[in-house]
Every structure is written in C-alpha cells, then in structure tokens.
C-alpha cells in the first residue's frame, strides 16, 4: 500500500486537507461542507476581500446549522462551531498552498483558458499524489486537464448550488482518470455527506445537460412574449412542485455564469437552436446585472 492511500480493498487517496479555489458562491460552499465534516481547508482566491466575506458568510451558516441541531446541546454545538472554523485557513497565494495538499477542487470563473493556466501552473508545484477537481459546469474535463501532466489524478467533482443544502454531487471521470483517483472522489463525496453519480465528460454531465436547455427554453418563450417571467416562475413551481422557477433560479448561479455556459455550448453547437444566444440574457450581463450575487438580475434583490 503507497503512502496516503486506504488500506480498504477499494484503494483510494485519503483526503486530509483540501484546497478550493475560487472563494465565490460555490468555493464557500464546498469549504463548509469540507471543513463542518472535518477536512483541512484551505479556501483561495486572487480576492483577499472576497475571502473574508466568504469566511463570514460560512460563520454564519454555520451558526445556523448550530442553532437548529445543538438546540438542546449548545456546549456541544459551540465545540462543531470552533472545531469547524478551525478546519478553514485563507491564502491568496494557491502555488505555496497545494504543496501540502491532497486535493484540489477548483470553482473559479467558467472560462477554459483561465482554468487550465490555473491547473498548468498548479500541476508544477503539487505533490505527485495530489488530485485535481474541477467544478466547472459546462466545460470539458479532458479539455481542463490537458494543461497538466497528471491525467490519470484528475477528475470533475461538481456540486450544487447552495452548496450546504443540495445533496448530489457528479463524480465525472475522463478516458484518462485512474480507477484510484475516481475512486477517491467518490470517497471524498461521501465523506462530505453527499449522494454522488458517475458522469461521463459529456457536455454538461447529467444535471445541466437536461436543466440548461431547460432554462434556456423558458428565456426564448419570454423573449417571445409567450408569458411573463413571473407567469413562467409560479407555473414551474406549482405546476411541476419545483422550489424555483427559471428565472429565479438563474438569478441564483448567476447570469455571468448562464452565459459563460450558453457561450461555450452555442460556439461548439452554432446550428442547434437548444443552445442560441439570448438578446435578454445578453444584455442582462452587458450591464453588469448577474442576479442575486449583484442585487439585480431578471428580479431586483433587497
Ligand atoms: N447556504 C447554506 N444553507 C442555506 C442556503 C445557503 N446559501 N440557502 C438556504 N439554506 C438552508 C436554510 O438554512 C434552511 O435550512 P433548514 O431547513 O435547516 O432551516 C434550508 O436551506 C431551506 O432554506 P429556506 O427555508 O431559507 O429557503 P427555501 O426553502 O426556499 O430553500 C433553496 C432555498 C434550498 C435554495 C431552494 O429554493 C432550492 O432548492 N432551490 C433550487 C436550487 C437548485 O436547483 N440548485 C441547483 C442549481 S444548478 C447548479 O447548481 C449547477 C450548475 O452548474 C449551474
Ligand atoms: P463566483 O463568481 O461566485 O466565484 C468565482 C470566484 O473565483 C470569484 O471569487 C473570483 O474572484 C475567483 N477567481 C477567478 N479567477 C481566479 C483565479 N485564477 N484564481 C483564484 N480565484 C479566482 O462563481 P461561482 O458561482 O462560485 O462558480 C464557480 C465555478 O463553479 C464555475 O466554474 C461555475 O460554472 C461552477 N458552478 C457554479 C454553480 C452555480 O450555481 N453558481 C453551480 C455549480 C458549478
């Protein structure tokens, strides 16, 4: 048995610390729910602000999971709390970071280019035994992991969003993904509480390969005049029992990241119509109005 992995018959890389980068809606997520199950984390971003925000924001998530399930063992609850926040350090600097670390997950912006220079970089300084994970959405895992030398320890871990709350994670494995490694990333899913599902490295795996087109379907009939964006909302949440309608729930990931996806799938599909641009969506994004994250999006917030 090599240093680091499992003695179990299933052999996979035990998961001790774990760096995230990106420190936004997602990279927050995931740090709390690595660090409340007792992993080291190291949450990074070029940010130093958005870094604080984030730790703040999982303080006080997590002062509300406190609340709820110590109500009646507030000692015992204030202990998860410390022992937690304990788990999560900061960094700006991801070269110095994952040369300790035994898994990367990266949740940064979804553009190809900025993550394979990120995992081209990385890929230098990391340990051999590390594992790198992409989030990404939309993009090719194989086409990320191109930028590094260790295909067969690279793989797509791809969560939910809020990340605390949504229960699946997609475990994608490439042509080139060792057993180990995706053997890992099933372990380390579980170990953080998640259900997982195998995907292939097809575009969008499961879950957004089905939702986008989806979302993006309810925007044309809009942008068609068909119905009204509240109209289409309370339709999909009470005529389907979904907890949110299209346009809310593109407000929650964010219209930069709607349109990141819709980019890269119209530029690779220019003759399917599932993925053709969108004017509102468009113009949405060129005026700076990402949903939720920015206080306006298809709804005003706050
Ligand atoms: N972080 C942590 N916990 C949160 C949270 C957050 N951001 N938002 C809500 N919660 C918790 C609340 O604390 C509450 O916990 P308890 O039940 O223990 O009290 C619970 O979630 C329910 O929250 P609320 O009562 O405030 O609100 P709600 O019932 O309206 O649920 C929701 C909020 C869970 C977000 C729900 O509206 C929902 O499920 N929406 C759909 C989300 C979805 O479809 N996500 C997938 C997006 S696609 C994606 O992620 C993939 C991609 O690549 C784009
Ligand atoms: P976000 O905009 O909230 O956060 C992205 C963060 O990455 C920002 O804080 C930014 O400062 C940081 N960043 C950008 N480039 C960086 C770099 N080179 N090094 C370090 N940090 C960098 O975005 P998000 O919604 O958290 O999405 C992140 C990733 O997760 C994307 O790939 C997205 O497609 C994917 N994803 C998003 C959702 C969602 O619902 N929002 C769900 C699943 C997956």
Redesign the pocket.
Known sequence: ICRGLSSSAVRHVVIKHVTIIGGGQMGA?IA?VAASTGHAVTLVDTNEDILKKAVKGIEG?LK??VK?KFADKPEAGEEFLQKAMQNVSISTDAGSVVQGTDLVVEAIVENLKVKQDLFGGLDKVAPAHTIFASNT??LSITDIASSTNRLDRFGGL?????????RLVEVIATSSTSQETFDSLLNFSKMLGKTSVSCKDTPGFI??RL?LPYILDAVRMYERGDGSKEDIDIAMKLGCGY??GPFE?SD??GLD?MKF?MDGWSAANPDNPMFAQSEVLNKLVAEGKFGKKTGEGFYKYK
């Open positions: 997520g709390q998530n509300r999971v709820k959405s939309s791809h969560f939910f969003n809020p990340v605390p709350v949504m879950v957004n939702l907890p949110m729930l929650y990931v990241t996806i």
